[in-house]
């Protein structure tokens, strides 16, 4: 098969072991060194891609895209979900009231966010099914004042299925024998766990008719509508065009930008920062081909006086250093791309080993918003990386493939 002199040249001297052995040991270093690179970002991306995608698929899933809500509670739902339910990029709606305050159990004290639903409806809108632990939703039947509460609030209280819990309402009641907090029992029937600290542990779901007793509302009454969108990320704009065609002073509209906004936006900057220093650092070990090749360049003096004495033009001693150096980037390149898949692919299982291992947790549901490693791989991220090697790599030989087409034969051969 033909092949031009300077591709021929420059592979062989790729595989061919010189006279230096630090200059070898250079190459396998700079190879290592952009293979390690290359690894390491794409690890961390698929990480960043993991959280970006467990914030839009679980606590997104969780909590509402947007909601309508009145001044006064809305007695008739049905008829103002008709009139959003023509706006085509609203996917699915639900009534909800929510009451804030706290639950008490056994002398033992948590805040929770009431969430009232109607089980059926909910279902179109929510993910909450995927993740019950236990019990369903089904038994939030009205009048029964039962609730569902996620596991780790379960775990705080001290309590499971069937136990009775007491929620203490933040409005109070006067008595002729004082002021004394409303109080509420409701039994446990269901157990979630989203994997997210903030709702497995302050969210709490019953049936609408039961909470709009405790907000001494009528029992078809509700707070407002929860809206689900084929894009979440219309919900802003959406949400704001169905409150102003509902009427301006009736009804108002909130989405999750308001609420879990500022953690996505974090989530999207940290990926891009990160990329950008892994990038650096895929750099440096790139760049490290420029001192591999400046030092072949020197061991194969001789070599390049003779090949110019043969006829050889610059531009051919050029290209031979030039497919040397491509050659040790393209072999570190795809080194790292497969062991980063490989890792990417299995990361979130060998830190979940690791954690039960040591018996220590390294993501914290308090203080992080998911109590696991996710990892997503996409291939944009796979061929941005790799691409970026490559071109790093390529541009790295072009002053020492340079200097060897500067190369004097009289100069090289005169201590020869």
């Keep these: 098969m033909f092949r031009p002199l300077f591709v021929f040249i420059g592979t062989r001297y790729t595989r061919a072991k010189r006279r230096n052995h630090f200059v070898s040991f250079i190459s396998l270093t700079s190879m290592i060194g952009l293979a390690l690179g290359v690894v390491v970002m794409i690890v961390v991306l698929s990480v960043m891609n993991g959280f970006d995608h467990e914030m839009r698929t679980r606590v997104l899933g969780m909590v509402p895209h947007a909601t309508i809500e009145g001044d006064q509670p809305i007695s008739d739902w049905q008829a103002l979900a008709s009139k959003v339910k023509a706006n085509p990029q609203v996917e699915a709606i639900a009534p909800f009231t929510q009451m804030q305050g706290l639950l008490t ?55 499971g299925i069937g136990d009775k819990l007491t929620f203490v309402t933040p409005e109070v009641t006067v008595t002729p024998g004082g002021i004394f907090p409303r109080m509420k029992r409701f039994t446990v029937v269901g157990l979630f766990h989203v994997g997210a600290g903030e709702l497995d542990g302050y969210l709490g779901l019953t049936n609408l008719t039961d909470l709009a007793r405790l907000h001494r509302w009528k029992p078809d009454q509700v707070q407002g509508l929860r809206l689900k969108f084929d894009d979440l990320f219309q919900a802003p704009r959406v949400a704001w065009e169905i409150a102003q065609k509902l009427g301006d002073h009736d009804y108002y509209a909130r989405d999750w930008t308001r609420t879990q906004g500022n953690l996505y936006q974090a989530i999207r900057m940290e990926k891009a920062m990160i990329g950008l ?6 750099a440096v070990a790139a760049f490290n081909i420029i001192s591999t090749l400046v030092m072949v360049v020197n061991d194969k003096k001789g070599d390049i006086a003779i090949l110019r004495t043969l006829g050889a033009t610059p531009m051919q001693i050029m290209g031979i250093f030039m497919v040397q150096g491509t050659v040790i980037g393209v072999v570190g390149t795809l080194i790292g791309a497969l062991v980063g898949i490989f890792c990417a692919l299995n990361v979130s299982a060998a830190v979940s080993a690791l954690e039960g291992l040591i018996g220590h947790k390294f993501l914290n549901a308090d203080v992080y918003f998911i109590d696991y490693l996710p990892s997503q791989l996409q291939s944009e991220d796979i061929v941005l990386v790799c691409g970026a090697a490559l ?7 072009l002053y020492p493939a340079w200097r060897a087409a500067r190369t004097q034969p009289a100069e090289a051969l005169r201590y020869e």
Excluded at 109 to 116: D, I, S
Excluded at 391 to 397: M, P, R, V
Aim: proline share 3%; hydrophobic share 50%; net charge neutral.
């Design 277 to 282: 220093l892994l990038l650096l650092i895929v």
């Design 105 to 159: 159990s056994n002398g033992k004290v948590q805040k929770v966010l009431l969430n009232a639903i109607d089980p059926a409806q909910e279902r179109k809108v929510s993910i909450i099914d995927n993740f019950m632990l236990k019990g369903s939703i089904d038994e939030l039947t009205p009048d029964s004042f039962n609730i569902v509460i996620g596991d780790k609030a379960a775990k705080n209280l001290g309590v």
């Design 391 to 397: 071109i790093l790599s390529f541009l790295a030989t």
